[in-house]
C-alpha cells in the first residue's frame, strides 16, 4: 500500500504538509488552519482503515483532505469509498482541490454538513476517524459505535495533546464494554477502540 503510492497523491500530501507547517508559525488562525494529523499518524490510519472488515469507511472532519489522502490508499486496497464530513465551506472546497488534484475524487464522497445530522445514517460501519472540535467527540462516538460492524474501528485524534480536555470521554471510551480500547502514543495520541467479533 505505501510502496506505490501515486505521485499525484505524494506531492497533494506534501504541499499540505507545507501549508499547514506555514500556517501554524504565521499567526493563522486557529479555525482557518488546516489543524492537520502528522505523516506518521496518516500511515497507521491508513493500515488499520484496510485491515477492518467489510463495511463503510467514515471520517469526521475533512479538512483540507490530509487524512483522507491517506486513507484513500486504504479504500482502494479495500475497493471502497471514503466518506467523509466537513462543515467548513472553504475547507470543502479545499478538500475537493485536493481530491481532485491527487486524482482520488472518485474515491472519496464529501458531505458538507455537521456530521452529527448524518451518522445516524450508517449502519454499518467498518472504520471511522474523528478529528473536529473536542466537544463534539461525545455525541460522534455515540453515533458510530453503535453501528461498527463486528470488528469495527473507531479511531478518535489528539487525545494526548488534549488530554485534559478529553478526560472524560477518555474514561468512558475506555470503560466501554461495547468495545476493547486503547490510547495508542503516535501523532497528538490516538484512541483506538474495535468492536469484538464476540460479545
Known amino acids: 500500500m505505501f510502496h506505490n503510492i501515486p505521485s499525484s497523491i505524494l506531492e497533494r500530501?506534501?504541499?499540505?504538509?507545507?501549508?499547514?507547517?506555514?500556517d501554524r508559525q504565521d499567526g493563522t488562525p486557529k479555525a482557518q488552519r488546516l489543524r492537520q494529523i502528522p505523516p506518521e499518524t496518516g500511515r497507521f490510519l491508513a493500515l488499520l482503515a484496510a485491515s477492518a472488515p467489510?463495511?463503510?469507511?467514515?471520517?469526521?472532519?475533512?479538512?483540507?483532505?490530509y487524512s483522507s489522502l491517506w486513507?484513500?490508499?486504504?479504500c482502494k486496497e479495500r475497493?471502497?469509498?471514503?466518506?467523509?464530513?466537513?462543515?467548513?465551506?472553504?475547507?470543502?472546497?479545499?478538500?475537493n482541490e485536493t481530491f481532485?488534484?491527487?486524482?482520488?475524487?472518485?474515491?472519496?464522497?464529501?458531505?458538507?454538513?455537521?456530521?452529527?445530522?448524518?451518522?445516524?445514517?450508517?449502519?454499518?460501519?467498518?472504520?471511522?476517524?474523528?478529528?473536529?472540535?473536542?466537544?463534539?467527540?461525545?455525541?460522534?462516538?455515540e453515533l458510530v459505535v453503535p453501528n461498527l460492524v463486528p470488528g469495527g474501528i473507531f479511531?478518535?485524534?489528539n487525545v494526548i495533546s488534549h488530554q485534559d480536555q478529553l478526560q472524560d470521554f477518555l474514561q468512558s471510551a475506555m470503560s466501554d464494554a461495547r468495545v476493547d480500547a486503547l490510547i495508542v502514543p503516535i501523532g497528538k495520541g490516538l484512541l483506538v477502540c474495535r468492536k469484538p467479533?464476540?460479545?
Open 54 to 65: 467489510a463495511g463503510q469507511v467514515l471520517e469526521i472532519g475533512a479538512s483540507g483532505g
Open 197 to 199: 467479533v464476540r460479545l
Open 155 to 157: 479511531v478518535a485524534d
Open 100 to 141: 481532485a488534484i491527487a486524482g482520488v475524487s472518485e474515491m472519496v464522497q464529501v458531505i458538507q454538513d455537521d456530521a452529527r445530522n448524518q451518522l445516524g445514517k450508517f449502519q454499518a460501519v467498518a472504520f471511522c476517524f474523528l478529528d473536529v472540535e473536542k466537544d463534539l467527540y461525545p455525541p460522534c462516538y
Open 79 to 95: 475497493g471502497d469509498q471514503l466518506i467523509t464530513f466537513e462543515v467548513d465551506p472553504n475547507k470543502v472546497r479545499l478538500a
Open 13 to 22: 500530501l506534501a504541499h499540505l504538509e507545507a501549508v499547514d507547517s506555514r
Open 71 to 74: 486513507l484513500t490508499l486504504a
